[in-house]
């Protein structure tokens, strides 16, 4: 039977966002500023939290990857009070005038940001998370409702009780502005992903179980962030040594993460000229390559490639490999198999830039860079939600801005509608 | 059986899409052109279609309300024609920049409006809105995919037809990017509601029923036109006359639209001075009140409202009345009652003016207006493609741009991820 819990939290956090929603950024940032302060004066009582976790990780057989994760250093807690005191420092969304004009009646009609209301989050793993986005939904005026995993109980309730001790420290922003849910059980979180009188969005961030799950069963609105199946193509008019190093950057600088190149488009005009050289770069980085049969002719040492390699998000040092006859080649090959992420082009050719900017269907397309750039912190939105791959309301990098919506305001001096 | 005729039309869609997303401005405004004139040229043809939904109608017993809304006068005909080239009109906002900057590394990253790829629209009776979502797809670069009601079959048949003869006579944009759907079964639409793989947004324009099947089972993603329980606050500062001409406007200009107001909360202060005139006025226009028991014992002839009519959305000429001690306790009551669609202030004070604009948590806001203003043309959106009730990716009067999301571009000179 599943608790009152989570109920009770959304109610608290429903009433707290119409306080929040009113808040200028003073207050907010004044908050985030003492939790920064209070988290910085408090390592020993989150890092002996963090303990009990970490110990019962290792008697529960957790792999060394995940204990890593779990694991709360001293130097990951100055990163927790680095990372608030960049959100304090960010510019705040709320009350941004997006668009405005007077019409022929004299209507004033202005779109303005606001919090959506209650942001509600369930991550893995990380504890970091917990601080992050406590500080980003305390930023942008909204009420969180935070759900970490059960192997990180001890240290997400340490960190959430210290936000309650700032948060009942002051009296501008209210005591249930951040909430933690500390229900561990799955109903605690099917209950929270069909809390459709609460929950103005959901968020989730963990790995493909999670992500299933939520798909599965919330009724509340989502964002999701999902795959990366990531292309990097190289055109006829590359410049071969600039396509070497961001296909090396795309692929190597960090294989685990959704960002990351999975599958490289070669011009079959630059492909014999070019490929051997950067093949054998990748090979010496530790990347298997998967080449389809034009590639091994040119490169015998790759393994075949199948269409189940086109399909891959590997997330891993291997890389599949295909040489196509022309840019729209290309563009049908990603059109097939891309996820909607981030894709690049390298091209010298500007009516190839331009088209391949133009015609793919993603959420983020480099032009002559890495893909890797497909980040919030290098968009400059500071922290980030999440990367979007849908394409209602937020795409791409996430940042404070996808915490809010528009409100129409319109301003008469007493107009009717005729 | 579902038949194939669905998927068949949704995987032209797709690949009609990947060429409408790159068409610039000019072709899109020819065809619409073309389009109108071809309307403009073929009014026997479509009355003619016209005449044997009607025929079928009679037969089958449908209301005369449901009738009219069937029925293709000649002035019918015209209004589309009209609405075709107000669309062209229109300003394309496929390419618009967002917002765009120059990170310190070099890298230009701009946001820019791009189509959103298939737009299904799911509509019952009116045949215009066949010619409105085409021309409203068309300009925005998308592929639609229509599926009107089993009632106006052959008239939607015939619109359909002539759209497809015109992008026949043209080589610019490909003729799938308008189909109907032509199979009136619930199966047809319960396929398009699950059509992930190629539908990127679905609006249904309908009725609650319609609704609450979207709601059910659309596993694409949607934009719903929800639920408008719009409220007007008369403030102890407003203007007396002006109160009473915006409570006219919004209760009786149209009550069966979702912008007209179902409840009126009025200021103590003011109450006695200004509800009788009011109510009387509303009265003599036809209007039912319901009011509390301060509002009857300043006023008796109202009869007594229970919490049933603050939930009710009446959609006719009946009015709910509540005399309130504050602006927290009209905020609180909107809080409570009100569906997020439209809400109107009427005060000369700024401090309660700026105060209800920010609090209250809805689409719309009217500050001494009346909320009948809620509407794509009164905004300036042309053609509207409806009012969304929910938060993510549009809020209140969708015009193009809700056809639309954007695509994070990059440009850089080499640039990798350190």
Redesign the interface.
Known sequence: MPSDEVIGICRRARAAA?VT??LNTQPKDAVLLRLAEAMDASRERLTSANAADLAAARSGGLSPALIDRLTLTDARISGMVRAIRAVASLPDPVGQVVRG?T?PNG?L?EQVR?P??VVAVVYEARPNVTADVAALCLKSGNAAVLRGSSAAAATNGAIADLIGEVLAGQDEVPADAVQLIRDNSRDAVLQLLTAEEYV??LVPRGGPGLIETVREHATV?V?IDGDGNCHVYVDASA?PA?AT??I???KT?RPGVCNAAETLLVHEAIAGAWLPGALDELRKLGVTIRGDERVRAIWPEAEPATEADWATEYLDLILAVRVVASLDEALAHI?RWGTRNSEAVIAQDIAVAR?F???V??????????T????GG???YGLEIGIST????A???MGLEALT?????????????V
Do not use: Y
């Not at 890797?372 to 980040?375: E, G």
């Not at 849908?390 to 309301?393: D, G, S």
């Open positions: 119409a929603r009113e004009g019409r209507l009609i606001e959506l209301g103005d969005l609105p964002v410049d600039m190093s961001v090396v950057n795309a600088s059109a088209r900017a133009r015609a269907d993603s959420g983020s397309v480099f032009v002559n860079c890495s890797r750039f497909s980040d290098e968009f400059g849908q394409k209602l309301h795409r791409g990098p919506c528009v409100k129409n305001v319109t301003w008469g001096t007493g107009q009717v509608r």
